[in-house]
């Protein structure tokens, strides 16, 4: 079998989580807090953490592009991405926004077109498939 390696990461991204907390006398809030990980700290000992990841970022182009269209999949495609375990445990449990170049706007907010595949379960790649993001 072919080693599967990131080989383009050169594309920033953000992925946000959905959170929904009560607030008293108003209900309930939803918001989209992006995922921060901790990189290192300081030359204090102070955590430094960055909620921008870089990957390869492969518009789907062709027969494939013409076939998700078919199926409804606006601006299909491939996203692979060193593997970071905060990320991958949200995107396989919880709802998670994809911002493009960290853009958060509708134009450039996409969402999972199929579930996170952490390569061969080793630690070292994510790949997955993402649509825009259709509101309502």
Known sequence: MAKQTVNERRTLV????????????????????????????DESGSPITTDCFYCEWLNSYGQAALKQQADGVIRPARLRMPYVKA??????TSDVRIYLYGIQDEAHTFCLASAADNYLNQNKMIEMQVKKYEGK
């Open 87 to 92: 990320v991958y445990d949200a995107l396989i």
């Open 14 to 41: 953000k992925f946000a989580v959905q959170r929904t907390r009560h607030i008293a006398g108003k209900g309930a809030a939803t918001t989209w807090e992006t995922i921060a990980v901790n990189i290192g700290e």
